[in-house]
């Protein structure tokens, strides 16, 4: 099957774009990445391919570029996790990245080009941190995606899962896929700070207690995030009740009882989204109702679908090659070589 070759990339940055045109690249200037979650920050990043400025209705501009797609995975790859980190979870990652892009294209919601470069899609950061290893992995896997009776996987991929994978519909569409099972992972829980550091970009070493975390927040605390991040007057917040949890633990409907009023949140990313000033950790926590408020006691970084990105290099560190990791992280699934056009 013949696929396109070239991928259209928006690109977040303030409401009117500041480039820079090169030889045969363009400086983006405060670029937003991380939108909404805790390392949520600003960036001036060079891109290869061209530039398109699309002209909106409301006055502002959006940056768009055009760039083929095997380079737009080294730059994803390298944005995802450091191109310092062994070849094999490289690898791995071009595959589910390549594969998680050929079934995005024509079906986001993303108006004017295909996906966005931040964790919306999948982090997309340019050329600063793409080195030969990255271009490597890619080339060596180039053209391999994941495949489930001839249809390309939706391989979703996370930080760390905290010991166990997540069920697709736990987050998302009440759907699910043989490929995105529950799966026990043991490998994030061992992971080294050595490897930690080999393994995540400067902004990611900032978060440190991402496996096992606590988070403690004051009732006065909690009631006014929950407010403002909800825009729902539930008044004083007496209990939060998990009322459903997915395979692994996470929350995905959650009774948030309050004195004027009771509501119900889902799925993961809301329940995340409503209890921090940013966005929690992980929907996977217990509660532990103290004097003063709550204490959540939680577990991984992210939604925990599909690969765990931690788990993944650790399994590299140990030894197992890039195919291992993907038979792990996503069962029922075959390896195959499509076609660009």
């Known amino acids: 099957m013949g696929t396109p070759s070239t991928v259209k990339v928006g690109i977040l940055t303030a409401p009117h774009i500041d480039f820079e045109q090169r030889e045969q690249t363009f400086l983006l200037k405060q670029v937003r990445i991380g939108i909404g979650f805790h390392w949520d920050r600003f960036e001036d990043q060079e891109f290869a391919g061209t530039l398109e400025i699309i002209h909106n209705a409301d006055g502002t501009e959006t940056a768009v570029n055009h760039i083929p797609i095997e380079d737009y995975l080294c730059s994803v790859i390298s944005s995802e996790m450091a191109s310092s980190s062994p070849i094999e979870l490289l690898k791995a990652h071009a595959v589910i990245s390549r594969s998680w892009l050929m079934r995005a294209i024509g079906h986001t919601d993303h108006v004017g080009y295909d996906v966005c470069a931040d964790d919306h899609c999948q982090r997309y950061e340019g050329l600063a941190r793409i080195n030969e290893r990255a271009v490597t992995a890619v080339r060596a896997t180039a053209g391999q995606v994941l495949t489930f009776q001839d249809e390309v996987c939706d391989c979703r991929y996370h930080k760390c899962c905290g010991g166990t994978t997540e069920l697709f519909s736990t987050c998302w569409e009440d759907t699910d896929y043989p490929y995105l099972?529950?799966?026990?992972?043991?490998?994030?829980?061992?992971?080294?700070?050595?490897?930690?550091?080999?393994?995540?970009?400067?902004?990611?070493q900032e978060t440190t207690d991402f496996h096992h975390w606590q988070l403690h927040y004051t009732h006065q605390q909690?009631?006014?995030?929950?407010?403002?991040?909800?825009?729902?007057?539930?008044?004083?917040?007496?209990?939060?009740?998990?009322?459903?949890?997915?395979?692994?633990?996470?929350?995905?409907?959650?009774?948030?009882?309050?004195?004027?009023?009771?509501?119900?949140?889902?799925?993961?990313?809301?329940?995340?989204?409503?209890?921090?000033?940013?966005?929690?950790?992980?929907?996977?926590?217990?509660?532990?109702?103290?004097?003063?408020?709550f204490t959540l006691l939680g577990h991984g970084w992210g939604h925990g679908v599909g690969l765990c990105q931690i788990g993944a290099a650790q399994m590299a560190t140990e030894g197992h090659n890039y195919q291992d990791i993907l038979a792990l992280y996503y069962p029922n699934s075959q390896l195959k070589k499509i076609l660009f056009n």
């Open 181 to 204: 099972q529950p799966v026990a992972c043991p490998y994030c829980a061992r992971v080294s700070a050595a490897t930690l550091r080999q393994v995540l970009n400067n902004y990611d």
């Open 222 to 293: 909690l009631d006014t995030i929950f407010a403002q991040k909800t825009k729902l007057d539930v008044g004083h917040i007496i209990a939060l009740n998990p009322l459903k949890r997915g395979a692994s633990g996470r929350i995905c409907q959650l009774q948030v009882v309050g004195e004027k009023q009771t509501v119900v949140l889902g799925k993961e990313l809301a329940i995340r989204q409503a209890l921090s000033p940013s966005c929690l950790y992980s929907s996977w926590f217990d509660i532990l109702p103290a004097s003063d408020g």
